[in-house]
């Protein structure tokens, strides 16, 4: 069965860390762009962090310099590290994976999301 599953968000202060993990079973997460996006309640959700299935990483501007995005390709896990955590960051986070079938039409997987709380 398909299926991604965040964790790792919480409470936390102004200028502190989290690490937040998305694992994912029932597909490999090498053959897929992956992402984290993030949404605020009646707001769109928007696109955090990139990872490519070459390994390329792409940042929102918003984000540069303190958050990491990453793979572990042998636990099939994909990772955001977030430091320096602002008021702003607080929002739901979630993992995203994308690919094209044998049709060539776009797939896509979404986690349950895990909340962040940055407290000001």
């Known amino acids: 069965q398909v299926q991604l599953v965040e964790s790792g968000g919480g409470l936390v202060q102004t200028g502190g860390s989290l690490r937040l993990s998305c694992a994912a079973s029932g597909f490999a997460i090498s053959n897929y762009v992956m992402s984290w996006y993030r949404q605020v309640p009646r707001k769109e959700r928007d696109l955090v962090a990139t990872l490519n299935t070459g390994g390329n990483i792409n940042y929102a501007d918003s984000v540069k310099g303190r958050f990491t995005i990453s793979r572990d390709i042998a636990n099939n896990t994909v990772f955001l590290q977030m430091n320096n955590l602002k008021a702003e960051d607080t929002a739901v986070y979630f993992c995203?994976?994308?690919?094209?079938?044998?049709?060539?039409?776009?797939?896509?997987?979404w986690g349950q999301g895990t909340q962040v709380t940055v407290s000001s």
């Open positions: 995203n994976a994308v690919a094209r079938d044998y049709t060539h039409r776009l797939v896509t997987y």
